[in-house]
């Protein structure tokens, strides 16, 4: 059984940090669509042990493995397109809309779905990743999750947080920003 990090298994692991400079650094804007070796989520099968809820040719959907809320699910594509949301430029606008999406139609409408990402260096698996959280929310102090933000309304913006929501990043990236750890 291969040992998960922090976002995805075990808490005791929190502590342990990713290489600043993770190796995708995305160079080229071109989205991968292939796997890469030893990615556990590269590799997601129901004979690993995952709980899987929904697949198809681009998405897989499974179930987090220490839940914080009634359903928590993580949705990635199948092929290993970036490390993390830090790697999305707006060509993965199309992508992040489809996980969005997938994610609404897995959990109710109602209490509405949260959802986001984490941010390396925060300790995660690097291969991206959308938390979905759904019913009521076991946010414990809430340090793996918080949601930060500044501004108000329209102009809400990402806050310093290490987690971001699915929105922030939509709205990032539709403007030619790029995710990053701070305000953006
Ligand atoms: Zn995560
Ligand atoms: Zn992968």
Same mark, same amino acid.
């Given at each position: $059984?291969?040992?998960?990090?922090?976002?995805?298994?075990?808490? @005791?692991? %929190?502590?342990?940090? %990713?290489?600043?400079?993770?190796?995708?650094?995305?160079?080229?804007? &071109?989205?991968?669509?292939?796997?890469?070796? =030893?990615?556990?989520?590269?590799?997601? @099968?129901? %004979?690993?042990?995952?709980?899987?809820?929904? %697949?198809?040719?681009?998405?897989?959907?499974?179930?987090?493995?220490?839940?914080?809320?009634?359903?928590?699910?993580?949705?990635?594509?199948?092929? +290993?397109?970036?490390?993390?949301?830090?790697?999305? #430029?707006?060509? +993965?606008?199309?992508?992040?809309?489809? $996980?969005?999406?997938?994610?609404?139609?897995? !959990?109710?409408?109602?209490?509405?779905?949260? $959802?986001?990402?984490?941010?390396?260096?925060? @300790? &995660? !698996?690097?291969?991206? +990743?959308? +938390? !979905?959280?759904?019913?009521?929310? #076991?946010?414990?102090? =809430?340090?793996?999750?918080?949601?930060?933000?500044?501004?108000?309304?329209?102009?809400?913006?990402? =806050?310093?947080?290490?987690?971001?929501?699915?929105?922030?990043?939509?709205?990032?990236?539709?403007? =030619?920003?790029? !995710?990053?750890?701070?305000?953006?």
């Amino acid at each position: $059984m291969p040992r998960f990090l922090s976002c995805f298994g075990d808490p @005791s692991d %929190e502590r342990k940090a %990713e290489p600043l400079l993770s190796t995708s650094a995305s160079a080229s804007a &071109s989205i991968s669509t292939s796997t890469k070796k =030893g990615c556990i989520f590269c590799n997601v @099968s129901v %004979e690993k042990g995952f709980n899987i809820a929904y %697949e198809d040719d681009q998405l897989i959907a499974f179930h987090d493995r220490t839940p914080r809320a009634k359903t928590h699910l993580l949705v990635i594509p199948r092929y +290993h397109a970036v490390d993390s949301v830090r790697g999305l #430029t707006s060509d +993965h606008l199309p992508l992040l809309r489809a $996980m969005i999406l997938l994610a609404h139609r897995l !959990v109710p409408p109602d209490p509405p779905p949260k $959802m986001g990402f984490h941010i390396p260096p925060f @300790s &995660s !698996v690097p291969h991206l +990743h959308l +938390h !979905v959280f759904s019913g009521p929310h #076991t946010f414990v102090g =809430g340090l793996k999750y918080p949601i930060s933000s500044h501004g108000k309304g329209k102009d809400k913006k990402k =806050g310093l947080g290490w987690f971001v929501t699915a929105e922030q990043v939509e709205e990032t990236l539709g403007r =030619g920003g790029r !995710v990053r750890l701070g305000r953006s």
